[in-house]
């Protein structure tokens, strides 16, 4: 079977004045991530967390006991040099890395916040890096970029080189609250084909009138913000995301 549903509520909805205890909530409610969107202001033109802010929530939320585990932390890092904060947010109590594709083509192999490069990483590279540091690594692609650019990626014959996850932007990245953009779930029906038992992530304007459109495409990991944060009944949410998932798994 493909994978099984994960819903991962984006805390870019929840009542920042009471973070920690969204968390929990939400996580009670019967969320398996939470899914941390990092914004430095130069990769998209928005701030939102830092690697503190993740420290303070990590003991409010039980960590994950295995991987893909319930309490994962999953980190999509919007940000223009993402090799820099590798370990910073593995201090932090970060479980998932996801970093943008466009940026670790465009970004240096500094190792830490501090230090400069004039040698520019790549996709490879960082997946490797974040691996050695205990994390999964998640790769991401904004709308316009294409899906092909990631089978060179998938297929390296060095398995720490391979992501764990993949995330298909349906929104631009930035900013909560956008249109799901129907036309970039191609590129999550091409993944599921090529690679049935990848944890595949849609992330953008998801809820109960987009989920089956994802679903469908083989999405099996569901980032919804204010379709959860934002509902009368967030429990029910999430379970009815679930169910879409579920019934739309794929047999080997």
């Known amino acids: 079977m493909s994978p099984t549903p994960i819903i991962a509520p984006s805390i870019l909805s929840a009542d920042f004045s009471a973070l ?5 909530k939400t996580i009670d409610q019967g969320a398996d991530w939470l899914h941390i969107d990092i914004m430095d202001g130069h990769f998209v033109p928005n701030l939102t967390f830092g690697a503190p802010v993740v420290a303070k929530l990590r ?11 319930k309490g994962t932390f999953d980190c999509h890092m919007m940000i223009a040099e993402p090799k820099k904060w590798v370990r910073e947010f593995q201090k932090a109590g970060c479980n998932l890395y996801c970093f943008h594709y466009e940026a ?33 690594a998640g790769i991401a692609l904004k709308p316009g970029t294409p899906v092909d650019v990631l089978w060179d990626i998938m297929e390296s014959p060095e398995k720490a080189e391979v992501p764990d996850m993949v995330l298909i932007m349906t929104v631009h990245p930035g ?11 191609p590129k999550a029906r091409a993944l599921r084909d090529r690679y049935p038992h990848l944890n595949i992530e ?15 495409a083989g999405a099996n990991v569901i980032v919804a ?11 029910e949410v999430i379970r009815n995301l679930r169910a879409a998932v579920e019934k739309r798994r794929r047999p080997d």
Do not use: W, Y
């Open 104 to 136: 670790a083509t465009d970004s240096t192999a500094a190792e830490d916040p501090a230090e400069r490069s004039d040698r520019k990483t790549d996709p490879k590279e960082l997946i490797r890096f974040i691996h050695e540091h205990g994390m999964q």
């Open 225 to 235: 913000g204010s379709a959860v944060f934002g509902a009368n009944d967030p429990a």
């Open 175 to 185: 900013f909560g609250g956008q249109k799901f953009m129907a036309s970039e779930l």
């Open 59 to 69: 003991p409010h939320v039980d960590a994950p006991v295995q991987l893909d585990g």
């Open 202 to 216: 849609v992330d953008g304007g998801l809820g109960p009138a987009t989920i089956d459109q994802a679903a469908e």
């Open 20 to 24: 920690g205890a969204e968390c929990v």
